[in-house]
């Protein structure tokens, strides 16, 4: 596995394998890997014969008082997970190389509307953030598919609406969110979780699920399911941010008729903001 972390050497590399016919695949992450990522990436592996992944802490997507300086950074035991799954490049550039000038200064993408909506709402300048790193991605790597995990659904529609409405020439893949055994999504955030929190943490899949099953077994109150399953993550030591039954594929409220929804939920647990979704049908 090579590792630039330099523009120029990113699209040296790219150009001479889009030179020789081959189909590049992009995994973005922010680091701190762990085997839902590794799961990204052994699934551009089917879809592409080069994979690009970059490692990069994005300023940009954290709001005041949230975690950036925080976040872990570790390059070195990334690189050898991505290494021993078979990534051909990773890309590791410093915040000067993706923005060179102050933030404030610098063209931002955003997407109306689906960006303000469940993790936007408590988020606002996140999705901003999220769009404008992966477009300028898609514009340094030029990759022909780029993969995401499903954990983050809302993620997934805002980059799949911003590709669409940009005419970018890069397909969109999602990947099913990766699991512990006892339902936790896998997250980079899990970490913060002390002992007793992360025995809590399953609650939160729990929730969802018997949810749904409420749903599937006639129940269309769709604020009374929401209010009991937030109230249910607060007798268990969370505080919910939201619990939501939304359309999968514009995340808008659902109509009488539609069949495909998620439920998305957001929950505070200690120092943990932890999201999860579930399909419905």
Request: proline letters at 6%; aromatic letters at 6%; hydrophobic letters at 45%.
């Amino acid at each position: 596995m090579q590792t630039v972390h330099g523009i120029a050497e990113l699209r040296a590399q790219v150009a001479a394998w889009k030179r020789a016919g081959e189909r590049v695949a992009l995994i973005p992450t922010m680091g701190n890997l762990h085997r839902g990522h590794l799961r990204l990436v052994e699934r551009a592996r089917q879809l592409a014969s080069r994979t690009v992944a970059s490692i990069f802490v994005n300023p940009t997507q954290f709001g005041p008082n949230e975690d950036f300086a925080g976040y872990p950074r570790t390059l070195a035991d990334d690189g050898r997970q991505l290494g021993a799954v078979g990534l051909d490049l990773l890309f590791a550039p410093e915040v000067a190389a993706i923005y060179p000038r102050p933030l404030a200064d610098m063209t931002q993408v955003s997407v109306p509307g689906l960006s303000q909506l469940l993790c936007g709402a408590s988020r606002p300048i996140h999705f901003g953030g999220v769009a404008t790193v992966v477009a300028k991605l898609f514009n340094l790597a030029q990759p022909d598919v780029a993969v995401f995990g499903e954990k983050d659904w809302q993620q997934l529609v805002i980059i799949r609406r911003m590709t669409a409405d940009l005419d970018l020439p890069v397909e969109i893949i999602g990947v099913p969110t990766v699991r512990e055994a006892d339902g936790l999504a896998m997250s980079s955030r899990n970490g913060y979780l002390s002992a007793e929190e992360r025995a809590i943490a399953p609650t939160l899949h729990a929730v969802l699920h018997a949810m749904a099953e409420q749903w599937r077994t006639g129940e269309r109150d769709y604020g009374a399911l929401e209010n009991t399953a937030k109230a249910r993550l607060a007798a268990a030591g969370f505080r919910p941010d939201y619990v939501e039954i939304r359309r999968a594929d514009d995340l808008q409220r659902p109509e009488p008729g539609d069949a495909a929804l998620r439920i998305f939920a957001a929950a505070w647990l200690g120092r943990a903001r932890l999201i999860d979704n579930l399909a419905v049908i």
